[in-house]
Every structure is written in structure tokens, then in C-alpha cells.
């Protein structure tokens, strides 16, 4: 592996050739091992941060068009305010605007037609043609193309909905009293009578009570005892707050229009006691 020369009267130990392709390919392994830890340890780094970084700083989705709750905020007072004025169920009131109208998003309900209830005919002599479905009382349902009412506001719709449940119809103005308040025991009552005489959907008392009950609607059926103000604290969450207040988050969203659970410090929430 190493051979002898002389030079300069000295001998001197070289490598051989077969030494030197040796360590050639030994320095060739070393550069290649060392390329592979440190790509290793680059792609371990890079894992780390995007899980930190999916963690902390990942921005919340947000829906595009309003959730529930914050349809519901949007509704919520008129509807207690008209319901307690005409003796009538705002829980009640608000599911169906929810049911009917998708939460105010559906072609009829969303501007510039604001129909909340799918109350057909027109208003101000103004309407909309679309389709809809029917059910024929047994639950079959059929599509028809069907005249409906088109107002300014979702207030409006709130009024002339208030007005034919009040006023009844043309051919009975007691038709609708079945819902009122002063004739029945709860809002469950309400919602059986509206069952084939407002809707043909043979199911609809069960959607609107599933909807009372999930977002906890009853509390618009009493007036607002108090009504407070608080700033959300660093680190503060929507569970934190509700829990620290005894109120429901869905009632936290809805009092203050949230899209979502995500909060700030230095946002201002809406308290309400009822």
C-alpha cells in the first residue's frame, strides 16, 4: 500500500496507487453521507415549522356567506320586538325565516327579493317567478313554478309575514290564530297548527322545533332583562366566555353576528339576560 523513495538522500514513505483510490473513495462516501444528514435534518426542520406554523399562524376559515348564527342576529330583535307587539312566537318566527329562506342565502330570500317566508303573491304590486316544491300532504314532493312576494327589506318581509298570520285570509281572518300565543300552550303548538296550513311540508313542525332547540330561539320569546358589554382578553375563546357569563355560545354568535368562533383581544361582545 505505501512504497520507499529516495530523494535527496532520504527515503520517503508514499502511498500506493491503490491507497489513494481508497481514500479518493472514502472522502467520495464521507461527502455523500454528510449531503444526506443535512438534507435529512432540512426536510426535519421544514416538517416542524409548517406543523407550527398550521398551528399558530394558519388563518381560520371563514365562511363565505353568513353562518346561522349570524343570519339569526341579523333577524333576532325585530322578531322579539314584532312578536311580543302581536302576540306571537319570535322563536317560531325566526326558524321559519331560517327554514324558508336558507338563512336568508336562497334566491328567494337573499336581496333583492328578501323574502324570509316564501309568502307567495306580490307586495306593492312587485313579485318574483321561481321554482318550488310541493308537497302534495303525504309527502310526495313536485316542482312548480310559482309567484312570490319581493320586498325591500327582510323587515318588511318580517311585517307582512306578522300581518297574515294577524289578519288571517281572505276567506277566514281567524285562520291563522292557531299560532298565536294566548291559544296555545308553547311554541310547539305554533309550529303543529303552521303544519299543512302555512307549509305543505308534512314534516315542517318537526324542522322548526329541531331549529328552536339547536339555537336555542325560546330566548325571543321574552323581553331583555339586561344588557352588558365586555372586551375579549388575550387568549380569551368563545367557550371561555360563555361559560364565564352562563350563556351558549350559538347565543354569543348570534347576539353579536359572528361568522365564526375566532375572536380578538379588544373585541367588544354583546351580553344579553333575558
Not at 416538517?47 to 363565505?64: A, G, I, R
Not at 321559519?96 to 307567495?120: C, V, Y
Not at 290564530?177 to 311540508?201: E, I, M, N, P
Request: aromatic letters at 10%; a negative charge; one cysteine or more.
Amino acid at each position: 500500500m505505501y512504497s520507499f523513495v529516495k530523494e535527496g538522500g532520504r527515503c520517503c514513505l508514499l502511498p500506493t496507487s491503490s491507497t489513494m483510490k481508497l481514500l479518493k473513495n472514502l472522502m467520495k462516501g464521507i461527502l455523500i453521507l454528510l449531503a444526506v444528514i443535512g438534507i435529512s435534518i432540512f426536510m426535519i426542520i421544514q416538517l416542524f415549522d409548517s406543523m407550527y406554523n398550521k398551528q399558530t399562524n394558519e388563518p381560520e376559515y371563514v365562511e363565505e356567506g353568513p353562518s346561522t348564527e349570524e343570519f339569526i342576529g341579523s333577524i333576532a330583535e325585530t322578531a322579539r320586538k314584532l312578536g311580543a307587539e302581536n302576540d306571537l312566537y319570535a322563536s317560531v318566527m325566526i326558524a321559519q325565516a331560517i327554514l324558508e329562506s336558507q338563512n336568508g342565502q336562497s334566491g328567494l330570500g337573499s336581496a333583492p327579493n328578501n323574502n324570509l317566508f316564501g309568502m307567495k303573491g306580490q307586495f306593492q304590486n312587485d313579485s318574483v317567478t321561481l321554482e318550488t316544491s310541493e308537497d302534495d300532504g303525504s309527502g310526495k314532493m313536485s316542482t312548480v313554478m310559482a309567484e312570490f312576494r319581493k320586498y325591500p327589506s327582510y323587515e318588511d318581509s318580517m311585517k307582512d309575514y306578522v300581518k297574515l298570520l294577524r289578519n288571517g285570509v281572505s276567506w277566514n281572518k281567524d285562520f291563522y290564530t292557531g299560532v298565536f300565543k294566548s291559544q296555545t300552550k308553547s311554541y310547539t303548538d305554533a309550529t303543529k297548527f303552521l303544519t299543512g296550513s302555512y307549509a305543505t311540508d308534512s314534516k315542517y313542525n318537526e324542522k322548526l322545533n329541531l331549529l328552536i332547540a339547536k339555537y336555542d330561539l325560546q330566548q325571543y320569546d321574552s323581553p331583555v332583562k339586561n344588557k352588558k358589554t365586555i372586551t375579549v382578553d388575550d387568549g380569551d375563546s368563545l367557550m371561555h366566555i360563555a361559560e364565564a357569563h352562563n350563556v351558549k355560545v350559538t347565543s354569543l354568535k348570534q347576539w353579536n353576528q359572528l361568522r365564526s368562533d375566532r375572536l380578538e383581544a379588544g373585541q367588544q361582545l354583546n351580553i344579553y339576560q333575558y
